[in-house]
């Protein structure tokens, strides 16, 4: 492929990731929806996929993701099985609580330090570069992007209505049925155990980076 064409499918692809990063902003929990991996690091190929980083609020990890699974689907462009060229891989979820890369090594640095913001909430995205100074102890600049702080108005009502509904006892309950029913479904996966594999599974953090 010509370095032009190239070019014009990065940003093909870029206009597709900031779409769906809009659509996201509308997802109660969301805090933080980031661009990385190839198209962030220059090694974007026509066969690579998106790769999506998603912050939620702290105690409702689970119920985000489930959310913004459906969302992704909706829109067709979600990676899963065999279909992977240009699609948004949903592969890191964290809470706010829990916004530190680990573990600490030149692969996440790199692939992490050039995070750019689809969607942040307030202060999460400078929250994120915070939590990880030890990218520029290996040598990997942290590259702030311009963010855009707040969702619409009404976005920001729609969310803080569904969040209301889903705080409290009924959220806690929510929260920890979804957590139990993903969980068992990751760990039952062959990937997870696999040699070689990233996937770690936790309360604050979900990182699904299977051996391929």
């Avoid at 206009?15 to 809009?22: H, P, Q, V």
């Avoid at 400078?126 to 290996?138: I, S, V």
């Avoid at 969040?163 to 029913?181: H, M, N, P, T, Y």
Wanted: include cysteine; proline fraction near 4%; aromatic fraction near 12%.
């Amino acid at each position: 492929m010509s370095s032009s064409a190239n070019l014009a499918l990065y940003y093909e692809r870029l206009d597709r990731a900031y779409g769906i990063g809009l659509l996201l902003r509308w997802v109660p929990f969301v805090r933080l929806v980031g661009l990385n991996g190839s198209m962030i690091t220059g090694t974007m190929k026509p066969s690579s996929d998106i790769d999506f980083y998603v912050a939620t609020a702290p105690e409702r990890l689970y119920t985000t993701r489930l959310l913004v699974v459906l969302v992704v689907q909706l829109t067709g462009w979600r990676r899963y099985g065999s279909k992977i060229r240009g699609r948004i891989c949903l592969n890191r979820f964290a809470t706010t609580a829990a916004l530190e890369i680990t573990p600490h090594n030149n692969y996440h640095a790199q692939v992490f330090s050039g995070l750019a913001p689809l969607y942040a909430h307030h202060q999460t995205y400078r929250a994120y570069f915070d939590a990880n100074e030890w990218m520029e102890y290996n040598f990997y600049r942290r590259r702030v992007h311009r963010t855009e702080r707040l969702a619409p108005n009404l976005a920001q009502f729609s969310r803080r209505l569904y969040e209301g509904l889903l705080s409290g006892w009924l959220g806690d309950f929510v929260e920890a049925k979804l957590a139990r029913w993903q969980q068992r479904r990751i760990l039952a996966d062959p990937r997870t155990s696999a040699a070689r594999g990233r996937v770690r599974v936790s309360q604050e953090e979900l990182c699904l980076h299977p051996l391929k």
